[in-house]
Protein backbone atom coordinates (compact mmCIF):
# COMPACT_ATOMS: atom_id res chain seq x y z
CA UNK A 1 0.00 0.00 0.00
CA UNK A 2 0.93 3.48 -0.40
CA UNK A 3 2.05 6.27 2.50
CA UNK A 4 1.32 9.08 2.85
CA UNK A 5 3.35 12.92 3.88
CA UNK A 6 1.84 15.72 6.03
CA UNK A 7 3.52 19.14 6.19
CA UNK A 8 2.44 21.75 8.31
CA UNK A 9 4.28 25.15 9.30
CA UNK A 10 3.90 25.87 13.12
CA UNK A 11 4.55 29.65 14.69
CA UNK A 12 8.21 27.49 16.22
CA UNK A 13 9.02 27.69 12.33
CA UNK A 14 8.10 30.88 11.46
CA UNK A 15 10.55 31.86 14.37
CA UNK A 16 13.03 29.53 13.53
CA UNK A 17 13.45 30.64 9.68
CA UNK A 18 13.03 34.90 10.91
CA UNK A 19 16.47 33.31 12.71
CA UNK A 20 17.79 32.17 9.53
CA UNK A 21 17.27 28.84 10.02
CA UNK A 22 15.63 27.77 6.49
CA UNK A 23 12.56 27.00 4.77
CA UNK A 24 10.53 24.67 7.15
CA UNK A 25 8.72 22.74 4.97
CA UNK A 26 11.82 22.37 2.39
CA UNK A 27 13.42 21.06 5.09
CA UNK A 28 10.62 18.74 6.72
CA UNK A 29 9.70 16.94 3.34
CA UNK A 30 13.08 16.30 2.12
CA UNK A 31 13.81 14.65 5.83
CA UNK A 32 10.51 12.64 5.37
CA UNK A 33 11.01 11.76 1.65
CA UNK A 34 14.55 10.77 2.62
CA UNK A 35 13.13 8.45 5.55
CA UNK A 36 10.63 7.01 3.17
CA UNK A 37 13.17 5.97 0.31
CA UNK A 38 15.79 4.60 3.68
CA UNK A 39 12.84 2.32 4.66
CA UNK A 40 11.27 1.77 1.28
CA UNK A 41 8.22 3.42 1.50
CA UNK A 42 5.85 4.07 -1.50
CA UNK A 43 5.39 7.81 -1.28
CA UNK A 44 1.48 8.40 -2.86
CA UNK A 45 0.86 12.14 -1.90
CA UNK A 46 2.16 14.96 0.23
CA UNK A 47 -0.37 17.09 2.11
CA UNK A 48 1.18 20.86 3.16
CA UNK A 49 -0.18 23.68 4.81
CA UNK A 50 0.90 27.28 6.39
CA UNK A 51 -2.40 28.03 7.56
CA UNK A 52 -2.14 29.45 11.10
CA UNK A 53 -4.74 27.86 13.79
CA UNK A 54 -5.27 25.01 16.16
CA UNK A 55 -8.52 23.86 14.84
CA UNK A 56 -8.72 20.90 11.96
CA UNK A 57 -11.51 23.14 10.84
CA UNK A 58 -9.07 25.76 9.53
CA UNK A 59 -7.01 23.18 8.31
CA UNK A 60 -8.52 21.77 4.64
CA UNK A 61 -5.35 19.41 3.70
CA UNK A 62 -5.95 17.87 7.49
CA UNK A 63 -9.27 17.32 6.44
CA UNK A 64 -8.63 15.74 3.22
CA UNK A 65 -6.22 13.38 4.96
CA UNK A 66 -8.30 12.60 7.55
CA UNK A 67 -11.15 11.45 5.06
CA UNK A 68 -8.69 9.26 3.27
CA UNK A 69 -7.43 7.76 6.01
CA UNK A 70 -11.13 7.12 7.65
CA UNK A 71 -11.20 5.34 3.51
CA UNK A 72 -8.24 3.45 4.27
CA UNK A 73 -6.47 4.54 1.76
CA UNK A 74 -2.90 5.13 3.15
CA UNK A 75 -1.20 2.12 5.42
CA UNK A 76 0.10 4.84 7.04
CA UNK A 77 1.24 8.87 7.14
CA UNK A 78 4.51 9.92 7.66
CA UNK A 79 5.05 13.52 10.17
CA UNK A 80 7.88 15.53 11.80
CA UNK A 81 5.88 14.80 15.39
CA UNK A 82 2.27 13.82 16.09
CA UNK A 83 1.64 17.56 17.26
CA UNK A 84 1.93 18.60 13.45
CA UNK A 85 -1.70 16.28 12.98
CA UNK A 86 -3.43 17.44 15.76
CA UNK A 87 -2.30 20.47 18.77
CA UNK A 88 -6.36 21.46 18.92
CA UNK A 89 -8.16 20.87 21.46
CA UNK A 90 -9.55 17.33 22.90
CA UNK A 91 -12.40 17.01 20.40
CA UNK A 92 -9.71 17.53 17.29
CA UNK A 93 -7.37 15.11 19.17
CA UNK A 94 -9.55 12.82 19.51
CA UNK A 95 -11.11 12.98 16.44
CA UNK A 96 -7.39 12.17 14.56
CA UNK A 97 -6.50 9.76 16.95
CA UNK A 98 -9.71 7.52 16.75
CA UNK A 99 -9.37 7.72 13.27
CA UNK A 100 -6.03 6.44 12.92
CA UNK A 101 -6.48 3.77 15.29
CA UNK A 102 -10.22 2.51 13.58
CA UNK A 103 -8.80 2.69 10.38
CA UNK A 104 -5.30 0.77 11.36
CA UNK A 105 -3.52 3.16 9.83
CA UNK A 106 0.16 3.89 11.30
CA UNK A 107 2.06 7.43 12.23
CA UNK A 108 5.17 7.54 11.03
CA UNK A 109 7.79 10.02 12.47
CA UNK A 110 11.58 9.76 11.93
CA UNK A 111 11.81 8.44 15.80
CA UNK A 112 9.37 6.51 16.25
CA UNK A 113 5.84 4.31 14.39
CA UNK A 114 2.87 4.46 16.16
CA UNK A 115 1.03 1.38 15.56
CA UNK A 116 -2.51 1.70 17.86
CA UNK A 117 -3.49 -1.51 17.83
CA UNK A 118 -0.80 -1.89 20.62
CA UNK A 119 -2.47 -0.88 23.59
CA UNK A 120 1.11 0.91 24.18
CA UNK A 121 1.17 3.01 21.49
CA UNK A 122 -2.50 4.05 21.26
CA UNK A 123 -2.11 5.57 25.26
CA UNK A 124 1.57 6.80 24.08
CA UNK A 125 -0.39 8.65 20.90
CA UNK A 126 -2.77 10.21 23.58
CA UNK A 127 0.43 11.25 25.76
CA UNK A 128 1.86 12.79 22.55
CA UNK A 129 -1.30 14.38 21.61
CA UNK A 130 -2.00 15.62 25.52
CA UNK A 131 1.50 17.30 25.51
CA UNK A 132 1.20 19.05 22.25
CA UNK A 133 -1.61 20.57 23.88
CA UNK A 134 -0.37 21.71 26.74
CA UNK A 135 2.66 23.11 24.80
CA UNK A 136 0.33 24.81 22.25
CA UNK A 137 -1.56 26.63 25.06
CA UNK A 138 2.15 27.60 27.11
CA UNK A 139 2.82 29.25 23.01
CA UNK A 140 -0.84 30.88 23.30
CA UNK A 141 -0.27 32.08 26.70
CA UNK A 142 3.13 33.84 25.46
CA UNK A 143 2.19 35.30 22.71
CA UNK A 144 -0.93 36.76 24.02
CA UNK A 145 1.03 38.39 26.57
CA UNK A 146 3.47 39.97 24.32
CA UNK A 147 -0.16 41.39 22.31
CA UNK A 148 -0.93 42.84 25.42
CA UNK A 149 2.41 44.49 26.30
CA UNK A 150 2.12 45.75 22.71
CA UNK A 151 -1.49 47.10 22.47
CA UNK A 152 -0.47 48.96 26.64
CA UNK A 153 2.80 50.44 24.31
CA UNK A 154 -0.12 51.78 22.19
CA UNK A 155 0.67 50.00 18.82
CA UNK A 156 -1.80 48.63 16.79
CA UNK A 157 -1.70 45.06 16.14
CA UNK A 158 -4.62 44.35 13.76
CA UNK A 159 -4.40 43.03 10.39
CA UNK A 160 -6.78 45.67 9.08
CA UNK A 161 -6.85 49.28 9.85
CA UNK A 162 -9.77 51.26 11.11
CA UNK A 163 -11.43 53.13 8.00
CA UNK A 164 -9.74 57.06 8.10
CA UNK A 165 -6.15 55.22 8.84
CA UNK A 166 -3.43 53.87 7.16
CA UNK A 167 -1.23 50.66 8.85
CA UNK A 168 2.95 51.76 8.99
CA UNK A 169 5.99 50.82 10.70
CA UNK A 170 6.90 52.80 13.75
CA UNK A 171 9.71 54.83 13.00
CA UNK A 172 12.88 53.82 14.96
CA UNK A 173 11.25 51.71 16.68
CA UNK A 174 9.25 48.21 16.46
CA UNK A 175 5.50 47.55 15.98
CA UNK A 176 2.75 49.39 13.68
CA UNK A 177 0.69 52.20 14.26
CA UNK A 178 -2.00 54.47 12.46
CA UNK A 179 -1.38 57.39 10.17
CA UNK A 180 -4.46 59.49 8.88
CA UNK A 181 -5.26 59.00 5.47
CA UNK A 182 -7.99 60.83 2.80
CA UNK A 183 -10.88 59.15 4.42
CA UNK A 184 -10.34 60.58 7.53
CA UNK A 185 -12.04 64.03 6.54
CA UNK A 186 -15.22 61.41 6.22
CA UNK A 187 -14.99 60.23 9.75
CA UNK A 188 -15.05 63.46 11.03
CA UNK A 189 -17.81 64.64 9.16
CA UNK A 190 -19.74 61.52 10.56
CA UNK A 191 -18.67 62.46 14.29
CA UNK A 192 -20.22 65.69 13.30
CA UNK A 193 -23.49 64.96 11.61
CA UNK A 194 -24.36 62.16 14.97
CA UNK A 195 -23.75 65.19 17.21
CA UNK A 196 -26.05 67.34 15.97
CA UNK A 197 -28.44 64.57 16.36
CA UNK A 198 -28.75 62.85 12.82
CA UNK A 199 -28.87 58.54 13.65
CA UNK A 200 -26.56 56.27 11.77
CA UNK A 201 -29.16 55.40 8.80
CA UNK A 202 -29.94 59.15 8.01
CA UNK A 203 -25.84 59.78 8.39
CA UNK A 204 -25.47 56.53 6.13
CA UNK A 205 -28.32 57.84 3.65
CA UNK A 206 -26.43 61.19 3.83
CA UNK A 207 -22.87 59.75 2.90
CA UNK A 208 -24.30 58.06 0.28
CA UNK A 209 -25.90 61.00 -1.27
CA UNK A 210 -22.58 63.21 -1.08
CA UNK A 211 -21.32 60.44 -3.59
CA UNK A 212 -18.59 58.88 -0.27
CA UNK A 213 -18.12 55.28 -0.82
CA UNK A 214 -17.26 52.96 1.77
CA UNK A 215 -13.98 50.77 1.62
CA UNK A 216 -16.51 47.42 1.05
CA UNK A 217 -19.70 47.64 -1.02
CA UNK A 218 -21.04 50.53 -2.73
CA UNK A 219 -23.09 52.18 -0.07
CA UNK A 220 -23.06 52.48 3.94
CA UNK A 221 -24.81 50.60 6.28
CA UNK A 222 -26.12 51.90 9.56
CA UNK A 223 -23.86 49.02 11.23
CA UNK A 224 -20.68 50.78 9.80
CA UNK A 225 -21.97 53.79 10.67
CA UNK A 226 -22.19 52.96 14.07
CA UNK A 227 -18.86 50.67 14.05
CA UNK A 228 -16.77 54.09 13.33
CA UNK A 229 -18.86 55.62 15.94
CA UNK A 230 -18.09 53.25 18.91
CA UNK A 231 -14.17 52.80 18.19
CA UNK A 232 -12.35 55.16 20.51
CA UNK A 233 -9.56 54.69 17.89
CA UNK A 234 -10.77 57.78 16.36
CA UNK A 235 -9.55 59.98 19.54
CA UNK A 236 -6.14 58.42 19.93
CA UNK A 237 -7.09 55.00 21.40
CA UNK A 238 -6.12 51.77 20.92
CA UNK A 239 -8.48 49.29 21.32
CA UNK A 240 -8.11 45.44 21.43
CA UNK A 241 -10.42 42.52 21.96
CA UNK A 242 -13.64 44.34 21.86
CA UNK A 243 -15.30 41.47 19.98
CA UNK A 244 -15.04 38.26 21.61
CA UNK A 245 -16.01 35.06 20.32
CA UNK A 246 -18.45 33.08 21.72
CA UNK A 247 -19.71 29.06 21.01
CA UNK A 248 -22.67 27.55 22.39
CA UNK A 249 -23.81 23.72 22.12
CA UNK A 250 -27.54 23.31 21.65
CA UNK A 251 -28.60 19.73 21.11
CA UNK A 252 -25.22 19.30 19.51
CA UNK A 253 -25.43 22.58 17.13
CA UNK A 254 -22.14 24.68 17.18
CA UNK A 255 -22.98 28.29 16.79
CA UNK A 256 -20.44 30.78 17.41
CA UNK A 257 -21.00 34.54 18.05
CA UNK A 258 -18.93 37.35 18.72
CA UNK A 259 -20.29 39.54 20.96
CA UNK A 260 -19.11 42.79 22.62
CA UNK A 261 -16.71 42.86 25.00
CA UNK A 262 -16.89 45.16 28.15
CA UNK A 263 -13.79 44.10 29.62
CA UNK A 264 -11.79 45.10 26.22
CA UNK A 265 -8.43 47.03 26.73
CA UNK A 266 -8.14 50.15 26.12
CA UNK A 267 -4.62 52.09 26.37
CA UNK A 268 -3.68 55.43 24.95
CA UNK A 269 -2.40 55.24 21.00
CA UNK A 270 0.97 55.86 19.53
CA UNK A 271 -1.12 57.43 16.63
CA UNK A 272 -3.27 61.20 16.40
CA UNK A 273 -6.68 61.70 16.72
CA UNK A 274 -9.40 62.64 14.67
CA UNK A 275 -11.74 63.44 17.41
CA UNK A 276 -11.80 64.97 20.82
CA UNK A 277 -12.34 62.67 23.92
CA UNK A 278 -15.22 65.18 24.81
CA UNK A 279 -16.69 64.52 20.63
CA UNK A 280 -16.42 60.63 20.97
CA UNK A 281 -18.05 61.15 24.67
CA UNK A 282 -20.83 63.24 23.34
CA UNK A 283 -21.29 60.09 20.37
CA UNK A 284 -21.69 57.59 22.91
CA UNK A 285 -24.17 59.40 24.73
CA UNK A 286 -26.11 60.07 21.49
CA UNK A 287 -26.07 56.30 20.63
CA UNK A 288 -26.56 54.69 24.25
CA UNK A 289 -30.30 57.33 24.05
CA UNK A 290 -31.87 55.45 20.93
CA UNK A 291 -30.70 52.38 22.09
CA UNK A 292 -33.98 49.90 22.66
CA UNK A 293 -32.89 46.69 25.41
CA UNK A 294 -34.20 43.70 24.12
CA UNK A 295 -35.15 40.18 26.42
CA UNK A 296 -32.98 38.03 25.43
CA UNK A 297 -34.40 33.92 24.54
CA UNK A 298 -34.02 31.25 27.14
CA UNK A 299 -31.34 29.00 25.72
CA UNK A 300 -31.00 26.54 28.27
CA UNK A 301 -29.23 22.88 27.79
CA UNK A 302 -31.26 20.52 28.31
CA UNK A 303 -29.72 17.58 27.41
CA UNK A 304 -26.37 17.01 29.61
CA UNK A 305 -24.83 14.68 26.79
CA UNK A 306 -25.36 17.00 23.88
CA UNK A 307 -22.31 17.00 21.44
CA UNK A 308 -21.00 14.37 23.09
CA UNK A 309 -22.67 10.72 22.23
CA UNK A 310 -22.59 9.58 18.59
CA UNK A 311 -24.33 6.75 16.37
CA UNK A 312 -21.84 3.93 16.65
CA UNK A 313 -23.53 2.61 13.30
CA UNK A 314 -23.50 5.70 10.93
CA UNK A 315 -21.20 8.44 12.70
CA UNK A 316 -24.37 10.95 13.32
CA UNK A 317 -24.37 12.53 16.50
CA UNK A 318 -27.47 11.58 18.58
CA UNK A 319 -29.85 14.08 19.64
CA UNK A 320 -32.53 13.99 22.56
CA UNK A 321 -36.01 13.56 21.69
CA UNK A 322 -38.39 15.24 24.29
CA UNK A 323 -41.55 14.02 25.33
CA UNK A 324 -43.22 17.49 26.80
CA UNK A 325 -44.64 15.29 29.63
CA UNK A 326 -43.46 15.37 33.43
CA UNK A 327 -44.11 11.35 33.40
CA UNK A 328 -42.39 10.06 30.11
CA UNK A 329 -38.37 10.33 29.92
CA UNK A 330 -36.91 12.27 26.58
CA UNK A 331 -34.66 9.41 24.81
CA UNK A 332 -31.77 9.71 23.36
CA UNK A 333 -31.95 8.91 19.19
CA UNK A 334 -30.20 8.98 15.92
CA UNK A 335 -31.60 11.63 13.91
CA UNK A 336 -30.78 9.60 10.64
CA UNK A 337 -33.93 7.72 9.33
CA UNK A 338 -31.80 5.35 7.51
CA UNK A 339 -29.97 4.06 10.26
CA UNK A 340 -31.42 1.37 12.33
CA UNK A 341 -29.48 2.68 15.76
CA UNK A 342 -32.72 1.81 18.21
CA UNK A 343 -33.29 4.86 21.21
CA UNK A 344 -33.23 4.57 24.75
CA UNK A 345 -34.27 6.85 27.52
CA UNK A 346 -31.37 9.61 28.28
CA UNK A 347 -30.92 8.76 31.73
CA UNK A 348 -29.86 5.38 31.03
CA UNK A 349 -27.50 6.34 28.45
CA UNK A 350 -26.14 8.90 30.93
CA UNK A 351 -26.06 6.46 33.94
CA UNK A 352 -24.29 4.38 31.84
CA UNK A 353 -21.62 6.87 30.99
CA UNK A 354 -20.99 7.73 34.37
CA UNK A 355 -21.01 4.22 35.83
CA UNK A 356 -18.09 3.56 33.31
CA UNK A 357 -16.15 6.79 34.22
CA UNK A 358 -16.30 5.54 38.02
CA UNK A 359 -15.15 1.92 37.01
CA UNK A 360 -12.31 4.13 34.97
CA UNK A 361 -11.24 6.23 37.84
CA UNK A 362 -10.78 3.15 39.96
CA UNK A 363 -8.52 1.55 37.36
CA UNK A 364 -6.84 4.49 37.33
CA UNK A 365 -5.93 4.67 40.60
CA UNK A 366 -5.27 0.63 41.10
CA UNK A 367 -2.47 1.50 38.47
CA UNK A 368 -1.19 4.33 40.24
CA UNK A 369 -0.98 2.39 43.55
CA UNK A 370 0.30 -0.60 42.43
CA UNK A 371 4.09 -0.67 43.36
CA UNK A 372 4.58 -3.64 40.69
CA UNK A 373 4.25 -1.07 38.33
CA UNK A 374 7.15 0.70 39.64
CA UNK A 375 9.14 -3.53 39.75
CA UNK A 376 8.54 -3.54 36.34
CA UNK A 377 10.14 0.31 35.15
CA UNK A 378 13.52 -0.36 37.77
CA UNK A 379 13.71 -3.96 35.93
CA UNK A 380 13.26 -1.96 32.73
CA UNK A 381 16.45 0.29 33.43
CA UNK A 382 18.46 -2.54 34.81
CA UNK A 383 18.09 -4.14 31.53
CA UNK A 384 18.79 -0.74 29.57
CA UNK A 385 22.11 -0.51 32.03
CA UNK A 386 22.99 -4.35 31.75
CA UNK A 387 22.63 -3.69 27.45
CA UNK A 388 24.90 -0.46 27.69
CA UNK A 389 27.34 -2.38 29.17
CA UNK A 390 27.42 -5.11 26.82
CA UNK A 391 27.23 -2.58 23.48
CA UNK A 392 30.42 -1.17 25.12
CA UNK A 393 32.38 -4.31 25.37
CA UNK A 394 31.49 -4.89 21.69
CA UNK A 395 32.97 -1.47 20.73
CA UNK A 396 36.03 -2.58 22.47
CA UNK A 397 35.94 -6.04 20.70
CA UNK A 398 35.69 -4.37 17.65
CA UNK A 399 38.81 -1.97 18.18
CA UNK A 400 41.02 -5.61 18.91
CA UNK A 401 39.34 -6.49 15.54
CA UNK A 402 40.92 -4.14 13.65
CA UNK A 403 44.36 -4.45 16.06
CA UNK A 404 43.89 -7.87 15.02
CA UNK A 405 43.83 -7.44 10.90
CA UNK A 406 46.58 -4.47 11.66
CA UNK A 407 48.91 -7.57 13.21
CA UNK A 408 48.25 -9.84 10.66
CA UNK A 409 46.40 -11.74 12.73
CA UNK A 410 43.34 -12.14 11.10
CA UNK A 411 42.87 -12.45 7.39
CA UNK A 412 40.86 -10.13 5.35
CA UNK A 413 38.08 -12.64 5.29
CA UNK A 414 38.37 -13.59 8.92
CA UNK A 415 38.20 -10.05 9.83
CA UNK A 416 35.05 -9.41 7.65
CA UNK A 417 33.69 -12.85 9.58
CA UNK A 418 34.22 -11.39 12.98
CA UNK A 419 33.01 -7.91 11.84
CA UNK A 420 29.64 -9.12 10.53
CA UNK A 421 28.99 -11.11 13.72
CA UNK A 422 29.88 -8.37 15.96
CA UNK A 423 27.65 -6.15 13.73
CA UNK A 424 25.19 -8.51 14.44
CA UNK A 425 25.11 -8.46 17.54
CA UNK A 426 25.60 -5.21 18.18
CA UNK A 427 22.74 -4.28 15.70
CA UNK A 428 20.19 -6.74 18.25
CA UNK A 429 22.04 -5.14 20.97
CA UNK A 430 20.69 -1.85 20.17
CA UNK A 431 17.46 -2.58 19.11
CA UNK A 432 17.09 -4.30 22.71
CA UNK A 433 18.34 -0.68 24.04
CA UNK A 434 15.90 0.77 22.20
CA UNK A 435 12.78 -1.17 23.43
CA UNK A 436 13.85 -1.27 26.78
CA UNK A 437 13.85 2.35 26.73
CA UNK A 438 10.90 3.10 25.62
CA UNK A 439 9.68 0.63 27.76
CA UNK A 440 10.97 3.10 31.04
CA UNK A 441 9.82 5.92 29.12
CA UNK A 442 6.21 4.23 28.56
CA UNK A 443 5.96 3.28 31.82
CA UNK A 444 6.86 6.44 33.68
CA UNK A 445 4.38 8.21 31.63
CA UNK A 446 1.76 6.49 31.93
CA UNK A 447 2.06 6.53 36.01
CA UNK A 448 2.61 10.30 35.44
CA UNK A 449 -0.57 10.27 33.20
CA UNK A 450 -2.75 8.57 35.36
CA UNK A 451 -1.75 10.97 38.56
CA UNK A 452 -2.27 13.99 36.35
CA UNK A 453 -6.17 12.97 35.41
CA UNK A 454 -7.37 11.59 38.95
CA UNK A 455 -7.60 14.43 40.55
CA UNK A 456 -9.65 16.42 38.13
CA UNK A 457 -11.73 13.48 36.95
CA UNK A 458 -12.60 12.85 40.99
CA UNK A 459 -13.74 16.81 41.37
CA UNK A 460 -15.94 16.53 38.35
CA UNK A 461 -17.54 13.18 39.81
CA UNK A 462 -17.87 15.07 43.12
CA UNK A 463 -20.01 17.86 42.02
CA UNK A 464 -21.64 15.89 38.97
CA UNK A 465 -24.81 14.74 40.51
CA UNK A 466 -25.96 18.17 41.71
CA UNK A 467 -25.52 19.59 38.82
CA UNK A 468 -27.95 21.35 35.48
CA UNK A 469 -28.31 19.40 32.67
CA UNK A 470 -25.92 22.23 31.19
CA UNK A 471 -23.31 21.88 33.63
CA UNK A 472 -23.65 18.08 33.74
CA UNK A 473 -22.21 18.51 29.89
CA UNK A 474 -19.55 21.73 30.80
CA UNK A 475 -18.39 18.91 32.98
CA UNK A 476 -18.59 15.81 31.26
CA UNK A 477 -16.36 17.00 28.53
CA UNK A 478 -13.86 18.31 30.24
CA UNK A 479 -12.76 14.33 30.95
CA UNK A 480 -14.35 12.86 27.69
CA UNK A 481 -13.91 13.03 24.21
CA UNK A 482 -16.88 11.37 22.74
CA UNK A 483 -19.07 8.17 23.17
CA UNK A 484 -20.24 5.92 20.62
CA UNK A 485 -24.08 4.24 21.16
CA UNK A 486 -24.87 0.91 19.33
CA UNK A 487 -28.54 -0.43 20.08
CA UNK A 488 -30.19 -3.11 17.68
CA UNK A 489 -32.70 -4.85 19.95
CA UNK A 490 -36.02 -2.67 20.30
CA UNK A 491 -37.05 -2.74 24.32
CA UNK A 492 -40.37 -4.55 24.71
CA UNK A 493 -43.45 -3.53 26.85
CA UNK A 494 -43.02 -3.32 30.49
CA UNK A 495 -38.90 -3.70 29.92
CA UNK A 496 -38.46 -0.07 29.23
CA UNK A 497 -35.80 0.17 31.58
CA UNK A 498 -33.36 -2.49 30.67
CA UNK A 499 -29.87 -1.15 29.04
CA UNK A 500 -29.43 -3.68 26.19
CA UNK A 501 -26.99 -0.75 24.21
CA UNK A 502 -23.51 -1.01 24.04
CA UNK A 503 -21.46 2.38 24.73
CA UNK A 504 -17.98 2.92 24.25
CA UNK A 505 -17.18 6.08 26.09
CA UNK A 506 -13.74 7.45 24.67
CA UNK A 507 -12.36 9.67 27.58
CA UNK A 508 -9.32 12.59 26.69
CA UNK A 509 -6.47 9.78 27.55
CA UNK A 510 -6.63 6.11 27.94
CA UNK A 511 -9.84 4.90 26.23
CA UNK A 512 -12.91 3.68 28.57
CA UNK A 513 -15.03 0.98 27.50
CA UNK A 514 -18.15 0.26 29.20
CA UNK A 515 -20.99 -2.74 28.20
CA UNK A 516 -24.25 -2.59 28.93
CA UNK A 517 -26.62 -5.45 28.14
Request: proline residues 3%; positive net charge; aromatic residues 6%.
Amino acid sequence: MLYAIYLRKSRADLEAEAMGQGETLARHRAALLDYAAHHGLEIGAVYEEIISGESIDARPKMKQLLREVEQGRWAGVLCMDIDRLARGNSADQARVSNTFRISGTLIITPSKVYDQSRESDEEYVDFELFMARREYKAISRRIMRGRIASVKEGHFIGSTPPYGYDKVKVEKGRGFTLLPNSESDTVKQIYSMCISGMGCNAIARRLDMMGVTPRKGSSWSSASIQDILKNPVYCGKIRWQYRREEKSLTDGIVTTRRRENPDCIIAQGLHPALISEEEFEKAQQFLNSRRIPHKKESTELRNPLSGLVYCGMCGSMMTRLGTGSRNHSDTLRCPNRNCGNVSAKLELVESALVEGVARWLNDCRVNVSRKPAADTAKAERTAAEKVRAELAKLDSQREKIYSFLEQGVYSAGEFRERMESLEKRRTQLSENLRQAEQAVSEAEGNRQLYAQIIPSVERVMDIYVQSTPEEKNRLLKTIISRAEYIKTERNTRGNADRCNFTLNVIPLFPEIKTGAE
